[in-house]
């Protein structure tokens, strides 16, 4: 999810994902297809009318401007560089319409009616896009999977991308050898504040050693290369990025198969934003054009397999 490494190819981490992966034992992969859109039923609300979500009768922060929130460093591969990123990005430029969720949010932007010109990004911390109240934009994206926990503060669009949760560690280490979650629990985890990963340490995990907390993914990776914790938990796409480009020796050591409803990504907006019904109905025509699930396909094919922890 996020890092301070400089090299953002998409290339980079495809060519070199399935040597991070190597010393764990081949298992199946969870069931939800990383290739097809989320499996999450859609929204049980009634689809607005095509006049009620024109651009001209939104209710926007800035009238004819969609804002768009997302966290700065843009980490690939939801977001991928530009030749010269355009302040105050670092890593990934969201503007540029490239890497899963700039591709996304591009095409979601679309479907609602504005154009490059007409949408905006702003940095927002993912801890602050999470907290209760207001916000200064009208969507944001950057991997905020759902919880019934997060949907008291904020409305959580329909999934647009069904994610699985991994365990990131050093090589030749003692967790790079396990292979069940009950092997798990004897070790020390880490992972960023607010996240659902770190809701999996303490409920699926549930380890002897309290989870260490910290404030960013950048500080939890280096912690992780510092031997301050033997694990990592981040979503599966971005261990692959944290074992490709951010740390030398690191290894997926599995993930998690999803239990009962997979854990998908969500557009967060503000609570009771009258633009929600229209960002599920873009969303929904983005699934059944199957351009989700293209869009899927082109940034994230590569990305979603490794070793499933057995119980």
């Known amino acids: 999810m996020r890092t301070t490494a400089g090299l953002t190819a998409l290339a980079l981490v495809a060519l070199l994902a399935a040597a991070c992966s190597s010393g764990t034992t081949a298992t199946p992969s969870p069931t939800a297809a990383p290739t097809a859109a989320p499996t999450t039923a859609p929204s049980e609300a009634p689809s607005p009318s095509a006049d009620a979500c024109a651009p001209d009768k939104l209710a926007l922060k800035t009238a004819g401007k969609l804002t768009i929130g997302a966290d700065n460093p843009a980490y690939p591969p939801f977001f991928e560089s530009s030749d010269t990123n355009p302040d105050p990005w670092e890593?990934?430029?969201?503007?540029?319409?490239?890497?899963?969720?700039?591709?996304?949010?591009?095409?979601?932007?679309?479907?609602?009616?504005?154009?490059?010109?007409?949408?905006?990004?702003?940095?927002?911390?993912?801890?602050?896009?999470?907290?209760?109240?207001?916000?200064?934009?009208?969507?944001?994206?950057?991997?905020?999977?759902?919880?019934?926990?997060?949907?008291?503060?904020?409305?959580?669009?329909?999934?647009?991308?069904?994610?699985?949760?991994?365990?990131?560690?050093?090589?030749?280490?003692?967790i790079t050898k396990v292979t069940s979650i009950a092997g798990l629990k004897d070790f020390q985890y880490g992972a960023q504040v607010g996240t659902t990963s770190l809701n999996l340490i303490n409920t699926v995990i549930a380890p002897s050693k309290e989870a260490k907390i910290y404030d960013t993914n950048d500080a939890a990776v280096e912690a992780l290369k510092n031997g301050q914790i033997d694990g990592l938990v981040v979503d599966l796409p971005t261990a692959f990025y944290v074992t490709a480009v951010q740390v030398d020796n690191g290894v997926i050591v599995g993930q998690f198969a999803p239990t009962g409803e997979a854990e998908h990504?969500?557009?967060?907006?503000?609570?009771?934003?009258?633009?929600?019904?229209?960002?599920?109905?873009?969303?929904?025509?983005?699934?059944?054009?199957?351009?989700?699930?293209?869009?899927?396909?082109?940034?994230?094919?590569?990305?979603a397999n490794a070793p499933v922890f057995q119980p």
């Open 91 to 174: 890593l990934g430029d969201p503007t540029n319409g490239k890497g899963f969720e700039g591709a996304f949010a591009a095409a979601l932007a679309q479907e609602l009616g504005f154009t490059k010109d007409t949408t905006t990004w702003i940095p927002v911390p993912f801890n602050n896009a999470i907290a209760p109240g207001p916000k200064d934009y009208d969507i944001y994206i950057t991997q905020v999977s759902y919880s019934a926990e997060r949907a008291q503060a904020l409305d959580l669009s329909d999934g647009y991308y069904d994610v699985a949760q991994s365990v990131v560690a050093l090589k030749d280490k003692p």
């Open 265 to 303: 990504y969500s557009v967060a907006l503000d609570k009771d934003s009258p633009l929600t019904p229209c960002v599920n109905a873009a969303i929904g025509r983005l699934k059944d054009s199957g351009k989700l699930a293209s869009l899927t396909q082109e940034w994230l094919a590569d990305k």
